[in-house]
């Protein structure tokens, strides 16, 4: 069983920071890739960030040089500083990762979200 457990959401003011964490557990053989996304109220999830089980990173368009994406490969965890927050910002972060379970299964799994709230 593997599980995705985040932490960092909160409330913050416009121009703020803060730093949501991802942690993979249980029986896993390898982690793809890890990544991050957004679902705002009424709009369809998207795709944050991602970095590969390298050093390659993907942001999309509305957080680049905002936000920054790293990976603990070792540990398991991964990590999104953001910066310059925008009440645009505001939506349910997940983190999400291709796995590959000791059993050699491979799946993509999600964390349970964590809610960012920017206020103007």
């Known amino acids: 069983q593997v599980q995705l457990v985040e932490s960092g959401g909160g409330l913050v003011q416009a121009g703020g920071s803060l730093r949501l964490s991802c942690a993979a557990s249980?029986?896993?053989?390898?982690?793809?890739?890890m990544a991050w996304y957004r679902q705002a109220p009424g709009k369809q999830r998207e795709l944050v960030a991602s970095?590969?089980?390298?050093?390659?990173?993907n942001y999309a368009d509305s957080v680049k040089g905002r936000f920054t994406i790293s990976g603990d490969h070792a540990n398991r965890t991964w990590y999104l500083q953001m910066n310059s927050l925008k009440p645009e910002d505001t939506a349910v972060y997940y983190c999400n990762s291709d796995i590959t379970s000791r059993e050699r299964y491979s799946f993509r799994y999600w964390g349970q979200g964590t809610q960012v709230t920017v206020s103007s």
């Open positions: 249980g029986s896993i053989f390898s982690i793809k890739v």
């Open positions: 970095i590969n089980s390298g050093t390659s990173t």
